[in-house]
């Protein structure tokens, strides 16, 4: 299928738009690759420090002559998704040798819960995380003794951390290597109706715990498709992955032989053969236009709007906001996974998952099929099922039609002729709105602002009856800048309640939203952001606000004379404690949330 003219039209643009920086992105990972720093070359003293800790294969690396592949992990034990990591170092050191290679743990990258910190003063540093994973990435590969790496991570900013970091080193292969979904307890739509009973104060504590407790139950990733299962779809449309590694459980045959495929791909694709794929290669404006239409297909996470723009800028690529809204309107909806629909990821696994989207999508000719990837066979192999046959992995077609067409459908009968993307604009700034998982009639309102400055603020005046009626809910000072762009999530059960009641309700911000968040319209990640003169300043309590997905449009009804001419409101201080004021670094020097909210790329001239 000849690619549609709005993804070779954006594609165009976004090369054209980054041809200085990807050039010099591709001349430092050429020096890089040939700068002589490569282990052979290093001094017997630096070579003896990094052999050490590993008698079992001292010998083989002392030769020279095999891949040492660097592991850089983000494993934790109290982030379920990266608990089942605990085993996989030494696992892939075995699998490394059995391909004639040798493994080491480069090194740890943090790896933050967003649900465990959601509400709390710890999301403030959530954002930033994703930047500090980079530098540790960096820091990691940074001793040259790794002719490959490979990259443990799921969750929301490890997955963009680590890209960040590695593409810095763009001239070694890698790949990423997923762990996946814990396996289905309680129904996201069930936990969801037990949050909202409970706050409007229907349901006790103990009831909110244990089904909380239903619905993360175990080792993997957490099942609604939010931040870090759009993080594994993105990384399959991309070609980083093994094909169809995302969403297999984690202990089971099929998982482990994932995961051994993957570190033993990594020789076959080092710069000693003849088959030599680096990252920074494979890393390009098709790949990334690549993994904005599958997240655009799947309804994913809107964090991707920052996340997506910041892995581009570290290879030299830039893509905005304007992109993601044209390729949303040339890219079918074809998943209904929570919050866009009732079904958790391991039902999207079994009706065909990230393969069968990948298959129809190259049929609709919305992906490039040309990239480098990872894999031999190229994206065509990524829309092909991974399964276990007589003990072996091998990879098989899909059938014409899903297992479930109430969860995926294929291209010619999709569930929406587009994603679920909008650009807001207006008096207000630009801001974006995710209405994929927002019923039709709810895309515009036009109604009063309640404004606020935190999300406690917003929490009491709904337990206290304030916010029954028509409103749009305001909530400022919330951007990087301000206090490090914290997810609002929090806010999901009361704004769902009033919307339940029969209000009109919206939700305003420069600040982010969960992935995990759904019914209720947010226009979210608005800039400028308050702190520093951003229009949202300027808004007052009852100030008419429309917002309007359908004709693109964010605007406070004020009169253009009185709005010209009124003063911005006093910013909120910053805030200390929790560790968070030895990231002021990050808060003042981050740039707006479309290029990625990032004072790392930023300072480094990305």
Same mark, same amino acid.
């Given at each position: ?53 590993? =008698? ?71 954002? @930033? ?21 490979? $990259? ?33 307890? $309680? ?209 098989? =077609? ?16 999709? @569930? ?53 009626? =028509? ?5 400022? @000072? ?9 997810? $609002? ?64 449009? $964010? ?35 981050? =740039? ?15």
């Amino acid at each position: 299928m000849p690619l549609h003219p709005t993804i070779a039209a954006v594609t165009d643009r976004i090369r054209d738009r980054s041809r200085r920086q990807r050039r010099a992105y591709l001349d430092l990972i050429e020096r890089e690759r040939d700068s002589g720093f490569d282990r052979p070359k290093l001094g017997c003293a630096n070579l003896a420090h990094a052999y050490a800790g590993t =008698d079992e294969q001292r010998d083989r690396m002392k030769d020279g002559t095999a891949m040492n592949i660097g592991i850089v992990t983000a494993y934790n034990d109290m982030l379920s998704a990266h608990a089942p990591y605990y085993r996989y170092p030494e696992q892939m050191k075995v699998w490394a040798l059995e391909a004639g290679a040798t493994a080491q743990v480069a090194g740890g990258v943090p790896a933050m819960c967003d649900g465990v910190t959601q509400g709390y003063q710890g999301m403030e540093l959530s954002l @930033f995380s994703r930047d500090t994973i980079a530098l540790g990435t960096a820091i990691a590969l940074s001793h040259r003794t790794f002719e490959g790496a490979a $990259l443990l991570g799921i969750c929301d900013k490890i997955v963009p951390g680590l890209l960040i970091g590695a593409l810095r080193f763009g001239h070694l292969p890698m790949v990423l290597v997923p762990a996946g979904p814990m396996r289905s307890g $309680l129904p996201n739509k069930d936990k969801a109706a037990v949050r909202e009973r409970y706050a409007e104060g229907k349901a006790t504590r103990e009831e909110l715990l244990d089904s909380e407790i239903a619905a993360y139950h175990g080792k993997g990733t957490c099942t609604f498709y939010g931040t870090a299962n759009s993080n594994q779809m993105m990384m399959e449309a991309m070609g980083l992955h093994v094909p169809g590694a995302s969403f297999a459980n984690p202990g089971t045959k099929l998982r482990q032989e994932l995961t051994r495929a993957a570190v033993q791909r990594l020789p076959q694709i080092g710069w000693g053969g003849d088959d030599y794929r680096p990252i920074g290669h494979c890393v390009d404006e098709r790949a990334v236009v690549n993994a904005a239409v599958a997240l655009l297909a799947t309804g994913g996470s809107t964090n991707h709007l920052i996340h997506l723009p910041a892995i581009a800028r570290s290879a030299g690529v830039s893509i905005n906001w304007e992109d993601f809204d044209a390729l949303s309107k040339a890219v079918p909806l074809l998943t209904r996974v929570y919050p866009n629909g009732s079904a958790d990821v391991n039902g999207f696994e079994d009706a065909g998952g990230p393969p069968f989207v990948i298959r129809e999508l190259l049929k609709g000719g919305l992906l490039h099929d040309d990239v480098l990837t990872i894999a031999d066979g190229g994206m065509a192999q990524y829309g092909r099922k991974p399964v276990i046959e007589d003990d072996r992995l091998v990879w098989s =077609d899909l059938p014409a039609q899903p297992g479930d067409d109430s969860i995926v459908r294929t291209i010619d009968a999709p @569930f929406a002729p587009e994603g679920g993307f909008r650009i807001l604009t207006g008096n207000l700034g630009r801001a974006c709105i995710k209405v994929s998982a927002v019923d039709r009639d709810r895309w515009s309102i036009e109604a009063p602002a309640r404004v606020f400055s935190t999300q406690a603020e917003v929490q009491e005046a709904f337990k206290a009856g304030e916010l029954d009626r =028509d409103v749009v809910v305001v909530v400022r @000072f919330q951007g990087p800048r301000a206090n490090g762009m914290p997810e $609002l999530h929090k806010l999901t059960p009361p704004l769902g309640v009033l919307q339940n009641r029969g209000f009109r309700v919206a939700l305003v911000t420069d600040g982010r939203m969960s992935g995990a968040s759904g019914k209720v319209p947010a226009a979210i990640h608005l800039s400028p952001e308050a702190l520093g003169g951003g229009p949202v300043g300027k808004l007052r309590d009852g100030d008419m606000v429309r917002l309007d997905a359908e004709a693109g449009v $964010l605007e406070a009804l004020v009169d253009v004379a009185e709005w010209d001419a009124r003063p911005l409101v006093d910013a909120v201080p910053m805030a200390d404690g929790t560790g968070r004021e030895l990231f002021r670094m990050m808060n003042q020097g981050a =740039d707006e949330a479309e290029k990625g909210a990032s004072a790392m790329l930023a300072a480094a001239g990305l």
